[in-house]
């Protein structure tokens, strides 16, 4: 079945450190996505790409990066420098293009210890 | 700058009771507007996508419609296990080429007692 897998389902980081989540999908989209969803916050924007080795920064960029090297892989590091990493992380793919909705994967909640 | 605003945040049902869930949204030049649902701990599901004035979509108990400035996610005799977050979200033409990105609101609780 096509699909997008997060991993792990929970993470927990210790202050200072660097993590990385996961995002893997098998849609042949070319449009991947990460949001944050905070309570009462809704969904905001990380970090997109819509084609390999090319991404941009959502609304809410600092203290995290990301890559593309693959079509089907689009990890994030949630950095040091990210006060306030404690959230749940959603990956998304898509269609490049407009009309074309999401489809998300099932999340990684993240805490700081 | 797009803004999507979803009204009420949280709503409380018994089961049968029918209702609506509001979503408004400014945006330059709507290319799609979306409905989600999630449950707790979960990633968001797709339910609908309408993209002008004047559609509207069913699925089961629920029916979408959508206006020049708002949409309406109508519930018609919910069941418990319509229990989740609805979200809803924009995509706008204003945006080049970062088209395709979502705006989303900020999401409507409902919780269907039996």
């Known amino acids: 079945d096509g699909g997008i897998t997060q991993s792990p389902k929970y993470l927990f980081r210790k202050e200072g450190q660097n993590v990385t989540l996961s995002c893997e999908q098998n849609?042949?989209?070319?449009?991947m996505y990460w949001y944050r969803q905070d309570p009462g916050q809704g969904l905001r924007l990380i970090y997109y790409?819509?084609?390999?080795?090319?991404?941009q920064k959502g609304d809410i960029a600092e203290g995290y990066s990301v890559s593309r090297e693959k079509k089907e892989s689009f990890p994030l590091t949630v950095t040091s420098a990210q006060k306030n990493p404690t959230a749940f992380y959603l990956c998304?793919?898509?269609?490049?293009?407009f009309g074309y909705g999401y489809t998300f994967g099932s999340g990684t909640r993240l805490t700081v210890v | 700058e797009d803004q999507v605003t979803q009204s009420p945040e949280a709503l409380r049902l018994q089961e049968g009771e029918s209702s609506s869930l509001n979503c408004s949204y400014t945006?330059?030049?709507?290319?799609?507007l979306f409905w989600y649902r999630q449950d707790p701990g979960k990633g968001p599901e797709f339910l609908f996508t309408?993209?002008?004035a004047g559609e509207e979509k069913e699925k089961e108990r629920l029916k979408a419609t959508l206006t020049k400035k708002e949409s309406f996610l109508h519930i018609t005799a919910p069941k418990p296990e319509d229990s989740a977050t609805y979200l809803c979200?924009?995509?706008?033409?204003?945006?080049?080429?970062?088209?395709?990105?979502?705006?989303f609101g900020e999401g409507t609780q409902l919780t269907v007692n039996p």
């Open positions: 979200a924009v995509q706008a033409s204003n945006r080049g080429t970062s088209g395709s990105r979502l705006t």
């Open positions: 309408l993209y002008s």
């Open positions: 945006v330059s030049g709507l290319r799609g």
């Open positions: 790409s819509q084609i390999v080795n090319d991404f």
């Open positions: 998304a793919s898509s269609i490049r293009g």
């Open positions: 849609l042949n989209h070319d449009a």
